[in-house]
């Protein structure tokens, strides 16, 4: 059983390693981007939680969603859970390795950020270590909504494209009041940031950060367990 469970693992490192192209938007962007504002006040951690939040959204979405989607549709989720003997092997193994990735790319990043424009404490390091976990498995749970739905491939990307595109515009503006609650509610970037920086709010936006991770977790784990191996995109 662990032999499947350790084979399937070991495939899923290969898939993340092979698709390199993904790095560009999950690393490399946000690189890039922390070049350009440097000017900007960058003195505090919670400018370095709207990149890490953008990691881990970008490198789930790419590397855990598409992935099972594309092994579903393609019918080798099928077909691995019959020689695993369990799918919930595949999705587990998923997402230990983006679990690995996401700390490389947030250790990498943050090493940038020490060498070339602020310096980044130990501290720092260890909370982004830290609380990565809950986050890479809290986006998961998030977007795995996005299994749901009953459309044509072609539109599903589109529908994706305009989906980050909003939500990577609407965390850069920073919103406040109820308006704040709604996007954490309903924007995985907005969430993770606002579960990186949680310990920087109040205490009543804190506890409602806890219950929209409570929440999502439910509803990743009901989603995940009557996942059915059967195509859903048309």
């Known amino acids: 059983m662990f032999e499947n469970d350790w084979a399937m693992l070991k495939v899923q490192m290969r898939i993340a390693l092979k698709e390199r192209f993904y790095f560009v938007y999950t690393l490399l962007v946000p690189t890039f981007m922390v070049f350009i504002n440097k000017n900007q006040d960058f ?26 989607i594309r092994l579903r549709e393609g019918g080798f989720f099928k077909t691995l859970s019959y020689l695993i003997g369990s799918r919930y092997s595949i999705v587990l193994a998923n997402l230990l390795v983006q679990f690995f990735v996401i700390q490389v790319e947030i250790f990498l990043f943050n090493v940038v950020v020490t060498v070339f424009i602020t310096h980044v404490s130990a501290a720092t390091f260890l909370h982004g270590f830290l609380v990565s976990f809950l986050a890479t498995l809290l986006s998961s749970a998030m977007m795995s909504g996005l299994m749901l739905l009953k459309i044509k491939q072609v539109y599903f990307n589109y529908l994706i494209a305009i989906f980050f595109i909003l939500g990577i515009a609407l965390l850069g503006i920073h919103p406040y009041g109820i308006w704040n609650y709604f996007l954490t509610l309903v924007n995985p970037f907005q969430l993770i940031y606002g579960l990186y920086a949680v310990h920087c709010n109040s205490t009543f936006y804190s506890i409602f950060i806890s219950l929209c991770v409570v929440g999502y977790l439910i509803m990743g784990g009901m989603i995940f367990k009557g996942m059915s191996v059967k195509s859903r995109l048309k």
């Not at 939680?49 to 953008?54: A, V």
């Open 43 to 68: 003195q505090d951690n919670e400018s370095l939680y709207i990149y890490w939040s953008y990691i881990v959204v970008t490198t789930v979405f790419n590397g855990f969603l598409i992935n099972i």
